[in-house]
């Protein structure tokens, strides 16, 4: 049977009422039960051991690579002699939880809901449950496939699981460095992120940049009743509105100088590529209740080619029945800046400061301002550059490698959609700076999986093709 149709049949025997579709669903809660935020070092160990000790069941060799101060790097692989050896990222750490947020489940509680257990849109709800532990689990599914079948993989293959990610991989790159003899290797498959909109398999050759800071600026030193001093004291909740405001323009265009300039421009393959793109805006209007998008006309495709500026998080004062009659002493937000190939995180960082002192701010950094320093100018602000993060990096799509993983996913999945940048941000730059190697990443999760946000969830129909992706990669040919 040919590899294509071999992946897509074990598939479909998975969405059926099987045992073993059962028993991968029991291991996958086990996973899930384990908390994995960063404030939690603890669990996050608990994870990577537990995913070792999977790989070990399935005679897989697996070890934790160390470091100090850092969430373990839990590595495998299977060696048979091929040309070619393939590394299989994906992060076991999750974005941070608020219980309060969660309906129907604890995010450490997995909930299978859907009308049956085969019903092809029943959904997992977890933390982590699609970022990321969802593509680990399916690889452990996959490797139990090519048992069953008497089949081996293709390829020597290394498995690299990170427990940092979603806290910047700030000891990734030291990891790598220290192991970078045993974890050699062709190429990477990144295997994060979502499918296409469409709910059709893409497979993407870059991801942004990401960078983020903390924006604070100050009222009076008290809070002060709004009836006798309002008018008078000035409020920063306002101040800080004001000063957003002039970053970006009604039509979601960044308004601080140089902001778009160094971009590394897109090649006619990947320019291609995007014109190729199925069309999603119209049917994510609907579904998000967007009446007209930033940046309008341009596509969503083109705007992830290009730097944002976002504000993730607003805080001042007070709202809802808490809410009182004063002027703040203060107001911050918190930003994320998506990257693309050609942006420097400190450069961007730096244009930010420039835009605001332009304004006349007296700035001051990672620390609070002085009393003498908030008499000495009526515009002060704070900056805590907390995320320096990393650039973003663009894979060749006309690679040979490129054409493999293509061809492969291709005759697993039909017609595939091929994106020369992903929205999101992965280390991708810390990878490529250690080990120079093509970073491909292959999707498996369903885009409206409430990915970073309360009520995460993973579509199991997503997660039997995703074992069938994994079959397929696990066993293309070499080239």
Known sequence: MKNGLFC???????????????????????????????????????????IRDALQK?????????????????????????????VFYAHYDGQPVDPRQWQGSAPFEPSLRGAALDDRDARIYARGASDDKGPILAMLAALDALRAAGRAPSINIKFVFEGEEEAGSKNLGALLTRHRALLQSDFWLICDGPVHQTRRMQVYFGARGVTGFQLTVYGPKRELHSGHYGNWAPNPAM???????????DEG??????????????????????????????????????????????????????????????????????????????????????????????RMVELVRAHIRNLGYLLVENREPTEAERLQSPKVARLDWTEPGYRAVRTPMDLPVSRQVILTLEAVHGPIVKMPTLGGSVPLATIEDVFGVPLIGIPIVNHDNNQHSHNENLRLENLWQGIATFVGLFTMPAL
């Open 253 to 346: 265009r960044v308004q601080i100088q140089g902001f778009y300039d160094g971009i590394a421009p897109l090649s006619e393959v990947e320019i291609a590529a995007m014109k190729a793109e199925p069309p999603v805006d119209g049917d994510l209007q609907n579904e998000l209740l967007i009446g007209r998008p930033e940046n309008s006309p341009r596509r969503l495709i083109e705007v992830l080619n290009q730097p944002s500026f976002n504000i993730r998080g607003l805080a001042s004062g007070a709202v809802g029945e808490a809410s009182r009659n004063v002027v703040p002493t203060h107001a911050t937000a918190s930003i994320d800046m998506r990257l693309v190939k050609g942006n420097d995180p400190a």
């Open 8 to 50: 897509t049949a074990f598939a479909a025997s998975l969405c059926a009422q099987t045992p073993e579709r059962r028993q991968t669903l029991a291991e996958f809660n086990e996973l899930l039960k384990i908390p994995n935020t960063a404030n939690d070092p603890a669990s996050l160990r608990r994870n990577a051991e537990w």
């Open 58 to 86: 399935r005679g897989v060799p697996a070890t934790l690579l160390e470091g100090p101060g850092a969430a373990p790097l839990v590595f495998g692989q299977i060696n048979v002699g091929a040309r070619q050896t393939v």
């Open 239 to 249: 101040t800080l509105a004001r000063l957003l405001a002039s970053m970006k323009d």
